[in-house]
């Protein structure tokens, strides 16, 4: 058999990978969130790293590079190097949205990363300004099948989850609206709240406080299941448009081409944080429902979400330049 200097410069990048890896994190991982700080993502994202540096010892550090629905992050982290220490908060807009909504996006939500666990989800809200009219949903999709034209609903922008969910809304239920995007969701509570348009779909961490304080009113849930953040409230993919659900999640990626010890490691420890009665009730405590996964569920997930996604923006002819 013939040995040439190739086939063991190989052998020793192999094993060395290997070796890396059995010894992984051996210096700072950056998290990378494609979001503000203070939104849902961001939250469960420090939280984790937070989780993460006291279980390895080694500081897994939070970078927000905001900017496209989390566009700018994604294609940062694509380009870095696979090796455990550049990795990212993936969330459903940036990755189950955003590639059918939008053209000339540089990634693939599939081939262009590693999925190593999915993390959490949060169900968004159907809200209205304190003094509105409507007091129930029954109310206002009634009034809005009557008198649609006169109604207005805010989101985050174009191609948000709340935007898609809007347009949903309006096909399941028969009814029109105008959408008014904003960008982001602080603006568009701001308009909600002062009844400047009729209703928004807002998520949990946002519109519980805000309704807690009397700024806006909670008329029904959009949870694929019982709400186990707000329990007596109407949810309306289980009582009114079977099926209809916007509930956003957020899972931890790499790069393409994570080695597999690196990946199985990391989702050892993530599902074992989430699985701890602390960070349940702290992740619970914000409207966010915690999750465990293998890796092959997570890119299963993935490719489910987008798959859904992907007609509700056919069905409702969204295109964003």
């Known amino acids: 058999m013939h040995i040439t200097r190739r086939t063991l410069l190989a052998a ?19 998290i990378t969130v ?18 993460l540096t006291q279980k390895f010892g080694q500081s897994f550090i939070i970078e927000n590079k905001a900017g496209a629905s989390g566009a700018v992050a994604a294609n940062l982290v694509k ?7 550049t990795l990212m908060i993936g969330s459903s807009s940036t990755l189950s949205i955003i590639p059918y909504v939008q053209k000339g996006v540089q990634f693939d939500p599939i081939k262009d990363f ?34 649609g034209n006169q109604l207005s609903y805010a989101s985050a922008g174009n191609g948000a989850i709340n935007h898609l969910a809007g347009e949903w809304f309006k096909s399941d239920a028969g009814i029109n609206a105008l959408h008014v995007p904003y960008k982001g969701d602080s603006a568009a509570v701001i308009d909600l709240s002062a009844g400047r348009v009729d209703f928004a779909f807002l998520a949990g961490v946002v519109a519980i406080p805000q309704a807690q304080a009397g700024k806006l009113r909670i008329l029904a849930s959009a949870s694929s299941a019982p709400d186990k953040g707000l329990k007596d409230t109407l949810v309306i993919g289980q009582q009114k448009l079977p099926g209809f659900a916007a509930e956003p999640w957020n899972g931890l990626m790499g790069p393409a081409g994570l080695p597999a010890e690196v990946v199985s490691k990391l989702n050892a420890a993530v599902n074992e944080i989430m699985s701890t009665p602390e960070v349940k009730a702290r992740l619970l405590a914000l409207d966010q429902y915690p999750f465990t996964s293998s890796p092959a569920q997570f890119k299963d997930y993935i490719q489910k979400q987008s798959t859904h996604w992907a007609g509700v923006i056919k069905k409702s002819n969204i295109v964003l330049d």
């Open 114 to 147: 590693t999925p190593i666990a999915l993390v959490a989800s949060y169900p968004y809200y159907l809200t209205v300004p304190p003094d509105s009219r409507f007091k129930s949903y029954d109310e206002l999709v009634s009034f809005a099948r009557q008198k």
């Open 34 to 51: 494609g979001f503000s700080a203070g939104g849902p993502t961001d939250i469960v994202a420090r939280l984790l790293a937070e989780r």
């Open 79 to 85: 380009k870095a190097a696979p090796d455990g220490y």
């Open 12 to 30: 020793g990048l192999a094993c060395s990978t290997l070796a890396s890896a059995a010894g992984y994190p051996e210096k700072p991982v950056n």
